[in-house]
Each structure stands twice: as C-alpha cells, then as structure tokens.
C-alpha cells in the first residue's frame, strides 16, 4: 500500500482508507446474520479530525486531509482487554499448575520485584507497548499491591495517551509478606492519594482493587466498598469464582456468604463500574444478582483453558442480563492478542454446546466492552465524536490465512477465519486518538 501524502504523527486532519468494520449494537448472541447491528464500509475513508473520528465517507477527501491509503486491510476499533495482569508478564505461559499453586509459585514471586521503581517503571512501558502492539488500546489492569507500581502505569499510560482503568492491588492476608498492606489505615491512605493525583486525569481512571477475596480480610473489603461509596465514579476490579479450589477456599474463610460473590455483594463492591473476572462457578443467583447490580464479567478463556479452570457459560450469563467483555488475563493466559483469546472463547463455548459467532465475539471486545465500562462515547466504535483508538490489520499473513481468505464464503466466514487465524502479526498500525502508537516497519 502506498501513502497518497506524507503523514505527519501530529497531523489534525488524517484519513485512512480500507475496509472499516465496528459495530452500532450489540448483535444476537450466536447468530450469523448481525443485521444493522453491524457497519461494515469495504473501501471507504474513516476521517480523524484533531484525534477524534468525524465520520466515514466512500469518496477520497481533498488535499486538506493527511491520506493513508490501506486498500485491502481491515480497520477495526482498538481491542479494550478488561483484564490483564501488567507484572505477569514475567511468568506468562509458566507450567503444571492450578490457580492457588501459580499464584504462589510463579506469579507473587513476579509481584515482589515491583517494589522496586525502576522495575515497576520499565515493566509499566513493557507492558502497555506490548499491549499496543497485539491491537489493545485500551485496558483494566491490575498492577501489583505496591502504590509505586500504579503510578507507573498511569505516567506510562498518560505519556501513550491511552485509556487505562488500575489500581494498586490491595491484600492484607494469605500472601507473602512482601505483598501485603502494611496495615489498613496504609492501604486505604495510598487508594486515596492515587485517586487524588490520577483519577479522572485525562483518559486514566482508578480502580479499587481488592485482589480477591481471599487475600483481603472482611475489614479490608469493608473498607474497599467505602471508598467506592464515596465516589461513584470509581471502578472496582477484583476475581471471582474462578477455580472450584478457590470457591471452597472462600466458603471456609466467609462462612457466613451464600456465595463467593456474595462476599463482595455484601460490601458494596458490585456496581455498574464494577470488573470481576471469570465468573466461572456461579450460580442463577449469582446471576441475578450481577444483573441487578450492573457488574460484568471479564470472561477470561484462554487463562480458564490454560489453568484448568472451567468453562464459563457466557449464554447462562446473557440470559440472565450480565455484561460480559473479554479478556487475556495475561499471565493466566498465554497470549496478549484479543484473536487468540476469541478463538479460546470459541472453544470453550463450542463444549457447552454453544457457538461464539465472529459478530458476537469482535463486539464483546469492542463496542460492548465500551458500554458496560460507561465508556460508549469515547471508544469502541467508529461513531462521530469518539477518540480515534483504531487499528489496521491485514486480512491474511502466510500461504496458508491468504489461501483461506480466498475461499471464504461471506463476511461472516472471512471475519471467522481472521479471528481464528490471525494475531499481532497481522497488525500493521496501532492509533490512540489518532497519534500512530504502533507501526509494523517500526518494530523489527
């Protein structure tokens, strides 16, 4: 493909021209025909006007506009991961255990080294480059307990000008020492000073992040529903029902919980702009509940495949009217591109007997993890007034995706085939509000 004009990174006027796909709403679960819940513009221009997206347009625009000429590639709304770990990067694809096992043995010892600054600093710029390069633009993540490790998160991700949702973790039990809050009155006195400084700066917003249940005591989560208490713009992210070890674990430590999720219920922690991730081991009244709450699950496949977790019923959960966005959970998952983990939620939805069309997975992580974070009228799609967050991917990489690309019956089939086949390799460029973050011939 050839530039038809010199592009500036800074320009205020930026077109770019190929085959544009989002979504306007969420398409039925399941279903091959998405109707007018899908966009899909082959050939045309998706116009970016001092970072924001101005609208798309068949024809070329005039000679005011910066053109990038991407005939032949798909461009698609950055990838919104609504959970990923950043210092498990250290202990991705780590082998032979469960949950509770891997914590212990490879992801706390990862988290200790956190402490440190210049770690936490050049593990936040690891992280958040490789998360721009596997197509994610934006992401809830969690850093580590130490309040040194989510300030280096938010200056990594003001510098990128990316959208980021974090927290420092907060545990005050069942972890080693070198991972827990000093003491109560420490831990809520460093969420109140990064709440100060970070929330609501630019594209950054705090999260109150207890890790899950187990390591915080009941005066812990008490006060973690406090702070969301007093200001309702706070998210909250945390783990639930992950692992059956892990829930029965939960029930002797909170005898008194109907449930797992009760634990959080009980103190405040479920609200619109609450995060829990995996979600696998819950019942209809866990359900029920969510829904009423506003919460969503961050479904988490290829980190509930790899750990030996479980399979999350995403149709149970649909039916019963939760949210659910999709996630790496990087290091519990093995690969920080969305693709891979869309493939994983296919095949753990094909063994409950369901099937994850292209439509319904390519929305969770788009459009419809856009929603359920409030975050509609910023990112997730191409409507006018949004940040232009947007990446160009190729359709095919290799003799064997280019010789299925070919053959492909429909929309539906050829996007199937993308998800399925393709990963960062296939992506060409990554925008966050319209600034190039991520360029192929850069990053060899």
Same mark, same amino acid.
């Given at each position: @493909? ?7 990174? =800074? ?37 970016? &006007? =001092?970072?924001?997206?101005? +609208?798309?347009?068949? &024809?070329?625009? /005039? ?34 255990? $469960?949950?509770?096992?891997?914590? =212990? ?5 990862? $988290? ?12 936040? &710029? ?32 003001? !510098?990128?000008? @990316? ?6 973790? @907060?545990?005050?039990? %069942? ?21 100060? *400084? ?32 007093? /200001? ?25 919980? #109907? ?6 219920? *009980? ?5 619109? #702009? ?29 980190? %509930? ?13 649909? &039916? ?12 519990? +998952?093995?690969?920080? !591109? @969305?693709? #891979? %983990? ?28 856009? $929603? ?16 232009? /967050? ?13 010789? #299925? ?18 990963? /960062? ?15 192929? !011939? %850069?990053?060899?």
């Amino acid at each position: @493909m050839t530039s038809l004009k010199p592009v500036s990174h =800074n320009a205020q006027r930026l077109a770019l021209r190929g085959d544009l796909l989002d979504f306007r709403a969420a398409p039925a679960w399941g279903q091959l025909d998405p109707g007018s819940a899908l966009r899909f513009q082959p050939d045309h221009w998706l116009l970016i &006007e =001092n970072g924001r997206i101005l +609208g798309t347009q068949a &024809e070329a625009p /005039d000679a005011s506009w910066q053109q990038i000429d991407h005939s032949g590639r798909l461009i698609l709304p950055g990838f919104i991961d609504t959970h990923v770990h950043c210092p498990q990067l250290d202990v991705i694809a780590s082998y032979g255990a $469960e949950l509770l096992d891997w914590l =212990n043995t490879y992801t706390f010892p990862a $988290e200790c080294r956190y402490a440190d600054p210049a770690v936490a600093r050049l593990g936040a &710029e690891r992280f958040l480059d490789a998360l721009l390069a596997h197509g994610t633009t934006a992401a809830v993540v969690f850093a580590t307990v130490h309040k040194v490790s989510a300030d280096a998160l938010f200056e990594a991700a003001q !510098s990128r000008g @990316m959208r980021l949702i974090t927290g420092k973790v @907060m545990m005050d039990r %069942n972890a080693p020492a070198a991972l827990l809050d000093a003491d109560l009155a420490q831990s809520e006195r460093d969420c109140v000073d990064l709440i100060s *400084r970070w929330h609501g700066r630019g594209r950054l917003s705090y999260a109150v992040t207890p890790r899950f249940a187990p390591t915080s005591t009941p005066a812990q989560l008490a006060m973690a529903g406090a702070l969301c208490r007093a /200001d309702l713009s706070l998210y909250m992210q945390t783990h639930v029902a992950e692992n059956r070890a892990e829930v029965a674990w939960v029930s002797e430590l909170f005898p008194d919980a #109907r449930s797992y999720l009760d634990v959080y219920a *009980r103190e405040g922690l479920l609200h619109p #702009r609450a995060v829990l991730a995996h979600g696998v081991w819950l019942d209809d009244a866990d359900r029920a509940v969510l829904a009423d709450s506003g919460a969503q699950i961050a479904f988490s496949p290829s980190s %509930n495949l790899f750990l030996g977790s479980g399979l999350f019923d995403w149709v149970a959960a649909k &039916e019963a009217g939760v949210a659910v966005s999709v996630a790496s959970d990087v290091g519990g +998952g093995t690969s920080l !591109s @969305m693709q #891979r %983990n869309l493939l994983d939620g296919y095949k753990v939805q094909a063994l409950a007997g369901q099937r994850l069309s292209a439509w319904s997975g390519l929305y969770a992580a788009t459009r419809g993890a856009a $929603e359920a974070l409030g975050l509609a009228d910023e990112l997730g799609h191409f409507g006018a007034g949004t940040l232009a /967050d947007v990446c160009v991917w190729d359709w095919a990489i290799g003799p064997v995706a280019k010789a #299925r690309d070919e053959v492909a019956r429909g929309l539906h089939e050829r996007v199937f085939a993308w998800m399925g086949l393709s990963d /960062d390799r296939n992506l060409h460029s990554a925008y966050v509000a319209g600034v190039q973050k991520f360029s192929r !011939s %850069n990053s060899r």
